[in-house]
C-alpha cells in the first residue's frame, strides 16, 4: 500500500480503491494521504454525475 498506488487508482478512476489505501496510510500518519484522500471526489458527487449521465442516455432512446 503506497502513495504511488493509490494514485494510479484515481487515474483509473477507481475511487474506491484508491479512497481505502489513502484512509489507510492516514490511520498510519501520512499526512498527505490524508490530504488525498479528502481531494477525492465523494460518493453522492459521483452518483449524481452517473444519474445525470443515464438520463441523458434514456432521453436519447426515447428520442430515437
Do not use: C, H, W
Not at 480503491?17 to 501520512?30: F, K, S, T, V
Amino acid at each position: 500500500m503506497t502513495l504511488t498506488l493509490a494514485e494510479l487508482y484515481v487515474r483509473q478512476g477507481l475511487f474506491g480503491r484508491a479512497r481505502e489505501i489513502y484512509r489507510r496510510l492516514a490511520e498510519e500518519g501520512n499526512e498527505t494521504a490524508r490530504q488525498k484522500l479528502a481531494e477525492l471526489p465523494s460518493a453522492p458527487a459521483e452518483i449524481a454525475v452517473l444519474q445525470d449521465l443515464l438520463a441523458r442516455v434514456q432521453d436519447r432512446r426515447r428520442g430515437r
